[in-house]
């Protein structure tokens, strides 16, 4: 029943399963709504949905981040920048992902989702070496929820490479040029893979992160530095002023050094002048 459905899906997006849905029920004084086997079956209909919704989208807008490159001149491929997460904080994380997001039009083209963890591994398990082991581990193996070996920390390096990779199959496209966050792991694995042979991409500095990597400069030297800091001195309003005013002076002087210097050295002598 539809009703079914979208109990199954509104409970799946809280992160409840069918034994939490079960609870409510019974709760609520109601009998229960679904048995395993249709639940399992509602999820793998959403699964499927979900993934084709999901295709469709990214292709979308990687087709709009194509356009808006040519008609601003870029043909040799396209600008993205990459970021990664992890469902808990360090890198003791089970699972993680990775997104690329197109420079000009601002939308996700593409993401990639790296696992450590197999709840269907981890049940046949106990089976491993068995006739019957070896039949569903071979049916299993290209649909197995743990493709990643290694750190977490590695997921994102990894799952960023894994979409360049496909990037020509996937959208005709290659990436040209990768606005790094920081992490330079990342663009180190691009540089080491080669995912399109001779053509070398290109990286290109996130602007946010040089200037936050000031402000964290800053609040490291006033901690170094004795008497730095203090009323009328480098306070922490005041950094965060000079990290804005820098970062507003790279944005507006992308295409002049010169201007972009200058700017920035006006933003310091304003905020030293005594008038």
């Not at 469902?87 to 696992?115: H, Q, T």
């Not at 590695?154 to 979409?163: H, L, T």
Request: glycine content about 8%; aromatic content about 10%.
């Amino acid at each position: 029943y539809d009703v079914n459905r979208r109990l199954t899906l509104a409970m799946r997006l809280i992160g409840i399963g069918i034994r939490g849905i079960s609870k409510f029920y019974a709760f609520m004084c109601l009998p229960k709504p679904v048995f395993q086997k249709s639940y399992d079956e509602i999820v793998q209909s959403i699964a499927v949905a979900t993934d084709a919704v999901k295709s469709k989208v990214l292709r979308k807008a990687a087709e709009e981040e194509k356009k808006i490159s040519v008609e601003k001149g870029q043909l040799e491929g396209l600008t993205v920048s990459g970021d990664g997460s992890w469902r808990k904080r360090g890198f003791s994380s089970l699972y993680g992902f990775a997104s690329l997001i197109g420079w000009f039009s601002g939308k996700v083209i593409d993401i990639c989702v790296k696992s450590k963890y197999c709840k269907e591994c981890e049940y046949w398990q106990k089976k491993e070496g068995t006739a019957e082991y070896d039949e569903w581990y071979e049916l299993h193996e290209p649909n197995c929820n743990a493709n990643h070996s290694g750190s977490a920390g590695k997921m994102e390096p990894d799952a960023v490479v894994q979409m360049f990779s496909r990037s020509e199959s996937t959208y005709n496209v290659r990436y040209a040029y990768y606005i790094e966050d920081g992490d330079s792991k990342t663009f180190k694995s691009i540089q080491d893979t080669k995912p399109y042979g001779n053509f070398a991409v290109t990286k290109k500095e996130c602007i946010g992160h040089v200037q936050k990597r000031l402000g964290t400069r800053l609040r490291n030297l006033k901690k170094e530095v004795k008497n730095l800091g203090g009323r009328g001195k480098l306070t922490g309003k005041l950094i965060d002023e000079l990290s804005v005013y820098y970062g507003l002076a790279i944005r507006r002087n992308t295409d002049s050094v010169e201007n972009m210097r200058n700017e920035i050295y006006a933003t310091l002598y304003h905020k030293i002048s005594s008038d």
